[in-house]
C-alpha cells in the first residue's frame, strides 16, 4: 500500500498565484487533515475532514480552501498565494478522530511564494 | 482539547536511556495520549499510544500515571538515528489534533 501520497512535492509561485495541492490515501481513511510547517516550528492544522463532502476549519485556515469530493483525495488550494503562505505542507489521514487512533502523514510538498 | 507541555529540548548521548516527559493537567476521560516523532524533511510518525497505565512496543515505552495528568516517553539505549523532534498528544476519537513545537532530541556520539 502506498499509504498517504502528496504531490506535488515541490512547487514555486509568483505571489497571486494559484495553485491545489492533492493529498490521496489508499487506507480507506475516514478523516484527513492539511498541516502547514514553518522551519523550526510545530505543525499547524489549516483544515481537516471527518469524511466524503465534509470539511473544517483548523487553526490557521485563512488564505486556504479545501474539497473532499471522494473519501481517498483532500485538496488543498491557496486562490491567491502570498509570501506568508511559504512552508512545507503535510496531509495525513486516520481512521476515526486522530485523538485516538494513529494518523499516517505524507511526504510533504514543499511551497515557495516569491 | 487538552494543552501539553513538554520540554523543548533535551540531549543524550548513544546507548543512554531518554525520558521525555509531557505535562496534560486537563486531560479528559476520554482521551489518550500519543506520541509521534519527526525526522527533518518528513512528515511525523507514530510511536506510540496510551490510556492508562504502561505501554510498550518494539521502539518505546509509555508510562501514564495514575492521575493521568502527565505521561513519559521512554526512549531505551538511543542511537544517533533517534535524533529528531518528539511530540506529546492528547486527545479523543472525536478530535482533530493540533500540535504543540515537541520536544528536539539531539544524541551524541
Known amino acids: 500500500n502506498a499509504g498517504v501520497t502528496q504531490t506535488p512535492k515541490f512547487r514555486v509561485l509568483k505571489t497571486g498565484q494559484s495553485m491545489t495541492l492533492l493529498c490521496a490515501q489508499d487506507m480507506n481513511h475516514e478523516y484527513m487533515y492539511w498541516y502547514r510547517q514553518d522551519p523550526g516550528m510545530g505543525l499547524r492544522l489549516i483544515h481537516y475532514?471527518?469524511?466524503?463532502?465534509?470539511?473544517a476549519k483548523g487553526e490557521v485556515p485563512d488564505g486556504y480552501n479545501v474539497s473532499r469530493l471522494k473519501k481517498q483525495n483532500f485538496l488543498l488550494g491557496l486562490e491567491s498565494a502570498a509570501p506568508s503562505q511559504t512552508s512545507v505542507y503535510f496531509c495525513?489521514?486516520?481512521?476515526?478522530?486522530?485523538?485516538?487512533?494513529?494518523?499516517?502523514f505524507g511526504a510533504g510538498s514543499r511551497l515557495t511564494v516569491l | 482539547l487538552a494543552k501539553t507541555t513538554q520540554p523543548i529540548s533535551m540531549d543524550s548521548y548513544e546507548g543512554q536511556e531518554v525520558n521525555i516527559t509531557c505535562s496534560h493537567n486537563?486531560?479528559?476521560?476520554?482521551?489518550?495520549i500519543t506520541w509521534y516523532q519527526q525526522f527533518p524533511s518528513q512528515g511525523p510518525r507514530f510511536i506510540i499510544q496510551?490510556?492508562?497505565t504502561k505501554v510498550t512496543n518494539e521502539v518505546a515505552s509509555l508510562f501514564i500515571p495514575a492521575d493521568r495528568k502527565s505521561s513519559t516517553l521512554s526512549l531505551p539505549r538511543v542511537s544517533l538515528s533517534d535524533t529528531a523532534v518528539y511530540y506529546c498528544?492528547?486527545?479523543?476519537?472525536?478530535?482533530?489534533?493540533?500540535f504543540g513545537t515537541g520536544t528536539r532530541l539531539q544524541v551524541f556520539p
Open positions: 475532514s471527518v469524511g466524503e463532502g465534509t470539511t
Open positions: 486537563n486531560i479528559a476521560t476520554n482521551d489518550y
Open positions: 496510551g490510556y492508562k
Open positions: 495525513a489521514s486516520s481512521y476515526r478522530g486522530a485523538g485516538a487512533n494513529v494518523l499516517t
Open positions: 498528544l492528547v486527545g479523543d476519537e472525536t478530535d482533530k489534533l493540533i
